[in-house]
């Protein structure tokens, strides 16, 4: 079973930064495709960025140039560096891990982007 913690989320005002954290536990990590997704208030929940084993990354249209997902597979985390927010980024934020069959989520930590 893996655990995934996140951590980093918070308030910030437009145009300014938050980086985001996810801690996984297990040694199996590094064979899983990793990801951000999002969900704000009445809304689906979306895929932000995602990052396979091997490093190869994908970014949704709307944070594209902004946002920057990475991986350590020796620490066993991913964080998604978000610059630029604007007012239409609030949403709670959550890590996945996924491999065939199996999807892992976080709690979700909240982002909150205002003036």
């Known amino acids: 079973q893996v655990q995934l913690v996140e951590s980093g989320g918070g308030l910030v005002q437009p145009g300014g930064s938050l980086k985001l954290s996810c801690a996984a536990s297990?040694?199996?990590?590094?064979?899983?495709?990793t990801g951000w997704y999002r969900q704000a208030p009445g809304k689906q929940r979306e895929l932000v960025a995602t990052?396979?084993?091997?490093?190869?990354?994908n970014y949704a249209d709307f944070v594209k140039g902004r946002f920057t997902i990475s991986r350590d597979n020796a620490k066993n985390t991913v964080t998604l560096q978000m610059n630029s927010l604007k007012p239409e980024d609030a949403a709670v934020y959550y890590c996945?891990?996924?491999?065939?069959?199996?999807?892992?989520w976080g709690q979700g930590t909240q982002v909150t982007v205002s003036s």
């Open positions: 996945n891990l996924h491999r065939l069959w199996y999807d892992y």
């Open positions: 297990g040694s199996t990590f590094s064979i899983y495709a």
């Open positions: 990052v396979t084993p091997g490093g190869t990354t």
